[in-house]
């Protein structure tokens, strides 16, 4: 429009200068349809209340006490249950799933009276067989699966790491390390299916700072942050993102303990920038973010969460 005008006002307007005109506009046009694409896309993505557009089937795995080694009751264990929550409440339909049938039917149950949508399938994650179960099942009630969210833990062995048994280190990796890469691997080619996906692996600030009376449990969820990094290139080719979620000290069935401990809440008191135990629902946020489209952009990253535990280069 300026170039038009200034042709006009310009006495010595001619044939030739009138050529460019086509082109100035063809040019405006190109250039409102490249903002118009830019534009649609951004409104187009949804944000962390709806998950995703399509049906979303959400496997959140684990009621595992990750420092006994007991099996609490689901409703105890809040991390998982607030993921699933939290995912429910997005809009998406989730799987939780546990090795006891009484945990699965009490997290069914209290989501169910929410009125989200949940299906409860019983699995015990370091069984090959029932790891294959659950996704076939999940996938043939829900028609897909789009989102793994994996929190399943165990530590069978309190104490001096160098008495720690080869059936200890067996234990641990296999339900820690092991479980979880081979859950990702049957739930991969379904993800792939429906166009995209999204894996959470939920980790422990003890992966940066290990514990060595725990020391087994530790070097295991050190290695799922290696495992998020070597999975993220040959997932990414298949539209999947990976990430890690390294939660510091939670209110849970466990912390509850540590909070009668005076002199122990005050070292953490002393070492995090805020001083108190975070909550499970600040896990849960920061997971269905992470499974959901806002954070398309993010993938083989570990995210802390402890209160500014681990804030320092």
């Known amino acids: 429009i300026i170039y038009s005008l200034l042709l006009c006002a310009n006495k010595s307007l001619n044939i030739e200068k009138l050529v460019f005109l086509p082109i100035f506009f063809i040019g405006i046009y190109f250039c409102f ?3 118009k694409k830019r534009s649609d896309l951004r409104t187009s993505q949804p944000s962390g209340e709806c998950i995703n557009e399509r ?4 496997t959140v795995i684990g009621v595992i006490d990750e420092l006994t080694a007991r099996t609490y009751d689901v409703c105890r264990v809040r991390i998982g249950l607030a993921i699933a929550r939290r995912l429910a409440q997005h809009g998406a339909h989730v799987v939780v799933s546990s090795r006891t049938e009484e945990h699965v039917a009490h997290a069914a149950e209290e989501l169910h009276a929410e009125g989200l949508n949940v299906t409860g399938i019983v699995c015990h994650v370091g069984d090959a067989d029932q790891r294959t179960k659950l996704i076939k099942e999940t996938v043939s009630k829900l028609g897909g699966l789009d989102i793994l969210v994996l929190n399943a833990a165990v530590n069978p062995y309190v104490g001096p790491l160098l008495n720690a048994t080869a059936e200890v280190w067996d234990k641990v990796l296999d339900v820690n390390l092991k479980a979880p890469f081979l859950f990702v691997k049957e739930a991969a ?3 792939k299916e429906r166009g995209e996906g999204a894996v959470v692996f939920i980790s422990s600030v003890t992966a940066y700072f290990p514990n060595e009376d725990i020391g087994p449990y530790c070097v295991s969820k050190t290695a799922l942050l290696g495992l998020t990094k070597a999975l993220s290139r040959p997932l990414a080719a298949m539209n999947i993102r990976v990430n890690n979620v390294a939660p510091g000290l939670i209110e849970t069935g466990f912390s509850a303990g540590l909070a009668k401990d005076e002199k122990m809440m005050q070292m953490f008191r002393n070492v995090t920038a805020i001083p108190r135990a975070g909550y499970p629902e600040e896990v849960a946020s920061l997971v269905s973010f992470l499974c959901s489209r806002d954070a398309g952009y993010i993938t083989g990253q570990t ?8 804030s320092r280069l």
């Open 33 to 35: 349809l490249r903002h």
């Open 55 to 58: 049906t979303n089937t959400i």
């Open 189 to 191: 080619p379904h993800m």
């Open 303 to 310: 995210m802390v969460v402890d209160g500014g535990g681990i």
